[in-house]
């Protein structure tokens, strides 16, 4: 006598449902680009639900039969078969870093066949396999699931600590360029700027980490006209009105950089230098630890 397990319909429809939906905004956002800002959001939406729908339709076509004698794991594009007395390991992995949910991975050396705890009737199939398969396999199974969790979680810890080293340091390194580059922006037009008259237009206050006070102005240059922004001090942007005229300091070759002659813009961009610097050392010095906390432990564990 044969018996069928299969992935539940309800999983499979949520699958396939979630798919077509993100599939179909993709497509929006492709026929209205604005809606997304990028045709590359859409593109990825699609590729996304594309995705999702193929593996709706993969695990409908998964089905594991057991018979008297074999194990038997089919889908669409492939079958695979172990006779029960040529199992040569059954491993019962549990949910982990690198796993969400359990599953069962038997082997005969050759072929390789796993199945989740989603699958229907998961634990009739754990008890058909604990009775019928050779018990040295299961004990050798067993023996190599631990050293595999250890790798696993070794690599997860290496990927998760990697991961923060680069996000830390690029995070630092990010805010530390950028100040740099504006340091370096307002120096030169201190140094080589020249010196315009120009009007309030508007104001506003940027909530951040802290309160950034923002004078919008306009200016002209040679019947160009140019729209701007400039932080200012708090007592400044108090006392600021409407129509005000201010002197705006510019670069002849580049209109475009401009800055009010008494914007505070060098001084936060200092205190954003000293920052990165400051938060790119704590991470340096809290990533240091811990890789030399994972290397030593991981050294331990060779050694024992």
């Known amino acids: 006598m044969t018996k069928t397990f299969s992935y539940p319909k309800l999983t499979i429809r949520i699958l396939l449902g ?50 008297h004698d074999a194990i038997t794991c089919s889908d669409m594009f492939s079958s695979k078969s172990i006779a029960f007395d040529r199992i040569t390991g059954v491993e019962t992995v549990p949910r982990s870093n690198s796993s969400n949910v359990e599953h069962i991975t038997v082997t005969d050396g050759q072929q390789t066949i796993m199945f989740t ?19 040295t396999a299961q004990i050798q199974g067993a023996a190599k699931l631990q050293v595999k969790l250890k790798k696993e979680n070794r690599n997860v810890t290496w990927v998760a600590l990697t991961f923060y080293t680069l996000l830390a340091g690029g995070f630092a390194g990010y805010n530390y360029v950028s100040a740099n580059a504006r340091i370096a922006l307002y120096d030169n037009l201190r140094d080589a700027g020249q010196r315009t008259t120009g009007q309030i237009t508007d104001w506003y206050i940027s909530s951040g980490k802290s309160k ?11 019947g160009r006209s140019f729209d701007r922004a400039s932080p200012v001090s708090k007592d400044r942007y108090n006392s600021t009105h409407k129509g005000e005229v201010v002197q705006v300091v510019y670069l002849l070759a580049d209109p475009d950089s401009s800055t009010l002659v008494d914007s505070n813009g060098r001084e936060l ?26 290397i030593i432990g991981s050294k331990n564990t060779v050694a024992t």
Do not use: H
């Not at 492709?30 to 590359?40: D, Q, T, V």
């Not at 923002?214 to 200016?219: D, T």
């Open 117 to 135: 705890a989603t699958i229907l009737g998961y634990y009739e199939l754990k008890r058909v396999l604990k009775e019928r398969a050779n018990p």
């Open 212 to 222: 950034t006070y923002i004078l919008k102005y306009s200016f002209g240059i040679d």
């Open 269 to 294: 961009a200092e205190s954003q230098k000293t920052s990165a610097l400051v938060l790119g050392g704590i991470g340096v010095a809290i990533s240091g630890y811990l890789w030399y906390k994972v």
């Open 18 to 67: 979630m798919g077509l939906f993100i599939v179909g905004t993709g497509i929006l956002f492709l026929l209205k680009p604005s809606m997304a800002n990028s045709w590359g959001v859409g593109a990825m939406f699609i590729v996304v639900g594309g995705l999702n729908c193929g593996l709706a339709v993969w695990l409908s076509s998964r089905v594991i039969r057991v018979s």
